[in-house]
């Protein structure tokens, strides 16, 4: 067998596996950017708790939160001080005496509810966690919630 013959053989081969790579890296990513999550909130929450006492949770100790809590889909229970528009959603935030804060971002759907929340009203929410992380610059605890909706 000449030299030519084995490196053509090689070049098919890794061509192949190549054309095999990229066959099945676009079908991942065809899956992941069609991925469609169930409604938040038909979905049992793993977690209820009080606002105040999930950002001081966060403030003890972000990490175990994080652990604890990050990609789980949580109710949270608390008094809306400042609903913010965001391109073609709004958000509504609780924030504590200290500055920190929880900020949910809602799915489109629930767009016409959320419209209704004004600062001040006590609310029950269900979403995904995010997580939280400390802003070293603000000097406070911030935690971030999506595909988020108002619990009737």
Partial sequence: MSAGTNKKGWLKKLLL???LLLVVGGGIAWYIFTDKFEDTAGTKAAYTV?????INEFKKDDSASNKKYAEQIITVNGRITSVEAADTTLNLKITNPEGSYIIFAFQ???????????E?????????CSGGSYS?????EYITFKRCSLNK
């Avoid at 009080?50 to 999930?54: E, F, G, Q, T, V």
């Avoid at 001040?120 to 995904?128: A, T």
């Avoid at 070293?136 to 406070?140: A, D």
Wanted: proline share 0%.
């Fill in 17 to 19: 596996a190549g054309i």
């Fill in 50 to 54: 009080n606002a105040l006492d999930l």
């Fill in 108 to 118: 489109q759907k629930d767009l016409a509810g959320v419209k209704k929340v004004k």
């Fill in 120 to 128: 001040g009203d006590s609310v029950s929410i269900k979403g995904s």
């Fill in 136 to 140: 070293e610059i603000l000097e406070t």
